[in-house]
């Protein structure tokens, strides 16, 4: 991409959003560096679910959290008043802010936003709920559980957890398409001068739930997840949270901030054409809006993180969009919910993170356990080993039930005259 095309540079530096925060909670590392080693390994955080009672089911393996302990990250809520889902989301969120070098009183005396994107909430404190009443009656209820169920909690929890008292919260709920959301919801407070940080990302904890209703549309993979793959089986459920730090290009360059890169601009769209089933157009579309909002052309993508989920239907149909929209052209397109699992509403802030890695540190993260390619998708997902790779521009796509699409795009930062 030569200079004089070079995105934003038609903006001034209050209008251009930059990421110099990352918060990371995940089955291959909690932290940026143990996340992006485990991205550039092809690590794979696939084992026997715990979380829950697995009798019954057949095969039970996720990407589960098994090293997560609250009390290094969380000061000063009572870490009991909180369900699994808000305390990593709690987590990422003061791992970011330390990652940014943002002083805590300097979030206090200014009004910011945090959004935090979400499928299931609480949800694994519900299903704990529902099952004392059913074994024991509703005097077994406890109403301290109780009160971990909104899911607002994901967001405010942040803002109580920091002394945040000027602050928007909002929690997204639209499912494995809300990282990305509520990345967007973020950008466009800063670019317009709302708000002077945005925390923004997402977070899930494994569920009862939602592993029973991927298991009974049979899209529960028995041991791997393995996206664009001939022999896929479906997904891996996960859990985790990525939380994004965002500013103004000149709050950045004020502070002396490390910029990993800059948001370029994001694409939504809802076409609720079916429950379950993504739809070619629609997500071409999304595609489309987020390349325009961002000034960029398809052939000046470098790499495309795909929402990827290694079940027949998605990949496809992605794998189709994205040949519509980029024709000959396609960059590689990688997955990594192949090493992390599908983590629901942290998916696309997790793959956003892993994005935002690979342009700052020179890298295109693998596709794991893959073994052939699919004719029917006829993409270049750099198989288990990363390769070197200087980035400028990388997209990541976020797509879930109902039609819900997002995608964001990131770019190397780069002074414009």
């Known amino acids: ?14 209008q251009r959003v930059v990421l110099t925060g990352l918060g990371v909670v995940s089955s291959i590392g909690t932290g940026v560096a143990k996340f992006a080693d485990g991205l550039r390994r092809g690590q794979v955080g696939a084992r026997p679910i715990t ?45 970011a802010v330390a990652d940014a070098g943002v002083d805590v ?8 936003v945090i959004s935090i994107g979400t499928t299931d909430g609480e949800s694994r404190d519900l299903d704990a709920l529902v099952e004392a009443e059913v074994r024991d ?10 009160r971990h169920v909104p899911a607002g909690r994901l967001s405010t929890a942040v803002a109580a957890e920091l002394g945040l008292t000027d602050v928007e919260t909002i929690t997204i709920p639209t499912a494995c398409a809300a990282g990305n959301y509520a990345i967007g919801y973020g950008f466009d407070a800063v670019r317009e001068g709302a708000a002077r940080f945005a925390l923004c990302g997402g977070a899930d904890a494994m569920c009862r739930k939602t592993f029973t209703g991927f298991y009974r549309l049979g899209t529960i993979a028995p041991e791997a997840c393995q996206p664009f793959d001939v ?16 500013e103004s290009l000149e709050s950045a360059l004020a502070r002396g901030a490390r910029i990993y890169a800059e948001v370029l601009g994001y694409g939504l769209n809802c076409d ?43 990949d496809v149909t992605e794998a189709g969009a994205i040949h519509d929209v980029f024709g000959a052209d396609v960059p590689p397109v990688v997955s990594v919910k192949s090493m992390i699992g599908h983590t629901m509403g942290a998916a696309s802030a997790l793959a956003a993170i892993g994005c935002a890695l690979a342009i700052d540190r020179g890298f295109i993260p693998p596709t794991a356990n893959h073994v052939t390619t699919d004719p029917e998708c006829a993409v270049d997902c750099v198989p288990n080993e990363a390769v070197e790779a200087d980035l400028r521009v990388v997209q990541n796509n ?20």
């Open 1 to 14: 991409m030569s200079s004089d095309s070079q995105p934003n540079g038609h903006r001034n530096a209050s």
């Open 51 to 95: 979380a829950f009672d697995t009798t019954g089911f057949a095969h039970a393996t996720g990407c589960e959290i098994v090293d997560f302990d609250p009390d290094r990250w969380v000061y000063e809520l009572d870490r009991a008043e909180l369900g699994r889902a808000s305390q990593f989301s709690v987590a990422a969120a003061r791992m």
């Open 105 to 112: 009183e300097l979030l206090r005396s200014e009004h910011n």
């Open 137 to 146: 009656g509703p005097e077994a209820l406890d109403p301290q559980l109780a």
């Open 231 to 246: 022999d896929r089986k479906g997904i891996l459920t996960g859990e985790g949270a990525g939380v994004l730090v965002l």
């Open 272 to 314: 609720a054409h079916h429950q379950v089933a993504p739809e070619v157009s629609s997500v071409g579309d999304c595609m489309r809006l987020a390349l325009d909002d961002a000034g960029v052309k398809p052939a000046e993508v470098d790499l495309i993180s795909a929402h990827g989920t290694g079940t027949r239907a998605n």
């Open 398 to 417: 976020g797509l879930a039930f109902g039609g819900n699409n997002s995608v964001v795009i990131l770019g190397k930062f780069e002074e414009v005259a």
